[in-house]
T-cell receptor
Framework: NAGVTQTPKFQVLKTGQSMTLQCAQDMNHNSMYWYRQDPGMGLRLIYY???????DKGEVPNGYNVSRLNKREFSLRLESAAPSQTSVYFC???????????????????FGDGTRLSIL | QKEVEQDPGPLSVPEGAIVSLNCTYS??????FMWYRQYSRKGPELLMYTYSSGNKEDGRFTAQVDKSSKYISLFIRDSQPSDSATYLCAMTNYGGATNKLIFGTGTLLAVQP
């Protein structure tokens, strides 16, 4: 069972270049998320998709776009990469966005292993 | 001021020690508290989950929440080298639970054999 798969694992870009980070999950989850992780800042939510066909901004959406291609796939696009976007990007998925307390322990967010992106 | 504060460490302990990891938070609306473990070059994985105040135990791990002090803790008993990882606290602050989490910055733990 692969869980959440992110591609690529590593990428180096030049300022101004564009690229799309891919994420796919095989757990039939409804909700998917994109985070960035930076030293001293922790994990910050960029965008999320509560269900297929919907996307919403998180805490740090500027400079990014997302597409929920289908239930399995959620991509993150950098249209014009900037050095400030150098980070480790994590995709996650969960059964649902809204939960009852008794449900949470069985329905946490499952994370991929990240894409390490450097922008020169 | 960040909503969630966590000492980044690193914290180095000998094998067998009791480890205490902590987070403080400022938003009194937080109700759901989690601890994630993240090994090097891997994604976070859920370790413990607690709803509201109180303690929860799972094997060598105990999570505590003190809402009056806005303080949460994770205790690891009989620590092992395999526990060496970054530990992230996370919490959510909505009237109903959602999966939109606020994370701490993580504490790097090294357990020396």
């Amino acid at each position: 069972n692969a869980g959440v798969t992110q591609t690529p694992k590593f990428q180096v870009l030049k300022t101004g270049q564009s690229m799309t980070l891919q994420c796919a999950q095989d757990m039939n989850h409804n909700s998917m998320y994109w985070y960035r992780q930076d030293p001293g800042m922790g994990l910050r939510l960029i965008y999320y998709s509560a269900s297929e066909g919907t996307t919403d901004k998180g805490e740090v959406p500027n400079g990014y776009n997302v597409s929920r291609l289908n239930k399995r796939e959620f991509s993150l696009r950098l249209e014009s990469a900037a050095p400030s976007q150098t980070s480790v990007y994590f995709c996650a998925s969960s059964e649902a966005l809204f939960l009852q307390p008794r449900e949470y322990s069985n329905q946490p967010q499952h994370f991929g292993d990240g894409t390490r992106l450097s922008i020169l | 001021q960040k909503e969630v504060e966590q000492d980044p460490g690193p914290l180095s302990v000998p094998e067998g020690a009791i480890v205490s990891l902590n987070c403080t938070y400022s938003n009194s609306a937080f109700q759901y508290f989690m601890w994630y473990r993240q090994y090097s070059r891997k994604g976070p994985e859920l370790l413990m989950y607690t709803y509201s105040s109180g303690n929860k135990e799972d094997g060598r791990f105990t999570a505590q929440v003190d809402k009056s002090s806005k303080y949460i803790s994770l205790f690891i008993r009989d620590s092992q080298p395999s526990d060496s990882a970054t530990y992230l606290c996370a919490m959510t602050n909505y009237g109903g639970a959602t999966n939109k989490l606020i994370f701490g910055t993580g504490t790097l733990l090294a357990v020396q054999p």
